[in-house]
């Protein structure tokens, strides 16, 4: 399967635990974005990189939470001190440099915060 | 501000009878404009996209969607649902001037009754 791919699938943290997701877009995407889906909602946009560069980031991204796509391939994005407002699907999606408003997206990471 | 909204939160149609979701986006600059389905505990799928070609356009499945400018709308519409069909379904707008990032609307669930 050469789509996106999301580790873990399910994460179940306690409040004030740090956690961290995966995400390996397909290899030859050059843009990699994160969106955050609560429940009974559309996907909100949290950020995207341009190869390893991270270009924007909503203000939805509160300085407890970092994405880095360090060789431009895979990323992650950490939460840290986590609250239970946090709980929610994590999405990633991808796209090619010259179609970038068309996005591949992956099943997401659920984090629920206890 | 720029947005997208999706005037129907449910809708619920019978196996055989035609689906109408309704997308209306506001805008000063001609937007692209995508819907993409979600089965439960799957990815976000796109269905089908707009972006100033034609302004009757068809995807997958056998939806398709109308561009109308002048009403600012891009309805989703299929002839005969299918029990397949029953999924969350989501209008996406992209502004170029916004970075390429998706702005979804808060997506419409559809259920089809045998």
């Known amino acids: 399967d050469t789509g996106v791919s999301q580790d873990p699938r399910h994460k179940i943290t306690k409040r004030g635990q740090n956690v961290t997701f995966r995400c390996d877009p397909i290899s030859e995407h050059n843009r990699l974005y994160w969106y955050r889906q609560t429940l009974g909602q559309g996907p909100e946009f949290l950020t995207y990189?341009?190869?390893?560069?991270?270009?924007?980031k909503s203000r939805l991204l509160s300085d407890r939470f970092s994405a880095e796509r360090p060789k431009g391939s895979f990323s992650t994005l950490e939460i840290q001190r986590t609250e239970q407002g946090d709980s929610a699907m994590y999405l990633c999606?991808?796209?090619?440099?010259?179609?970038?408003?068309?996005?591949?997206f992956g099943p997401g990471t659920r984090l629920t915060v206890t | 501000a720029q947005s997208v909204t999706q005037l129907d939160s449910h809708v619920s149609v019978s196996e055989g009878t035609p689906v109408l979701l309704r997308c209306n986006y506001s805008s000063s600059y001609s937007p692209s404009l995508f819907w993409y389905v979600q089965h439960p505990n799957k990815g976000l799928q796109l269905l089908l996209k707009?972006?100033?070609?034609?302004?009757l356009v068809k995807g997958i499945n056998g939806f398709e969607a109308e561009f109308k400018k002048s009403e600012t709308s891009f309805h989703l519409t299929k002839p005969s649902a299918h029990m397949s069909d029953a999924a969350e379904y989501f209008c996406?707008?992209?502004?170029?001037?916004?970075?390429?990032?998706?702005?979804f609307g808060g997506g419409t669930r559809v259920l089809v009754k045998p």
């Open positions: 707009y972006t100033s070609a034609a302004t």
């Open positions: 999606a991808s796209s090619p440099m010259t179609v970038h408003y068309e996005q591949y």
């Open positions: 996406v707008v992209v502004w170029r001037a916004a970075g390429n990032k998706l702005t």
């Open positions: 990189f341009q190869n390893e560069a991270q270009l924007e």
